[in-house]
Structures are given as structure tokens and as C-alpha cells.
């Protein structure tokens, strides 16, 4: 499933260029500014689908450190410091990974 047909692109685009600078990732800020607190508990199921790219129905560590480029070809990596931050603000269980129930939460929390 093409992120493109979940989300604007338009707001792919500003979501981006917001968090654009090495540090500044704001993952609450970015599900409002991408559109994906909009969406249905069905439609984050498929963004989290395509963002956990070997599809074991995790998105780990190092998925997360390339999850702009799930939503943009040119979306930067994230800092090993967003990356850990990101993780702990989301893995409530402490597996180390997120799950998509941990990932809902997450997006409408
Ligand atoms: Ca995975």
C-alpha cells in the first residue's frame, strides 16, 4: 500500500521540511502535521504495515531509524537519539520494537 494513497502529499512534504534538522523530530507533531491522526484505526493498520518493511508485524529499531522514508523517498534518517526516543515514547510493553497496537496508541494517544 502506497503511502500516497493514505496521505497528502502536500502534508508529507510540510511534515518533512518541519522536522527537516538533524534532533528536531517531534513524532506527535509529525502524525498531526502528515495526516495521520486523521485517519481510521483501519488506515494506521496499513501505515504501519508499510512502515515495517520486512513485515515480521514489528516495526523495530532499525525500521525506525528509516521511517521518514517510509513516507517520502527523500525523508531523512532519523538521529540514533530520535530513533531511541521515538521507540521509548511508543514501546509500552518494553520489547524493544513497536506493535501496531502500541503504534495506534501512539498516533491517537
Ligand atoms: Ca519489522
Known sequence: ??????????????????FKAADSFDHKKFFDVVGLKALSA??????????DVDA?????????????????????????????????AADKDGDGKIGIDEFEALVHE
Open 1 to 18: 500500500m502506497a503511502m500516497k494513497n493514505l496521505l497528502k502529499e502536500d502534508d508529507i512534504k510540510k511534515a518533512l521540511d518541519q
Open 42 to 51: 483501519e488506515n494506521v493498520k496499513l501505515v504501519f504495515q508499510a512502515l
Open 56 to 88: 515480521s508485524g514489528f516495526i523495530e529499531e532499525e525500521e525506525l531509524k528509516f521511517v521518514l522514508k517510509g513516507f517520502s523517498a527523500d525523508g531523512r534518517d532519523l538521529t540514533d537519539m530520535e530513533t531511541k526516543a521515538f521507540l521509548a
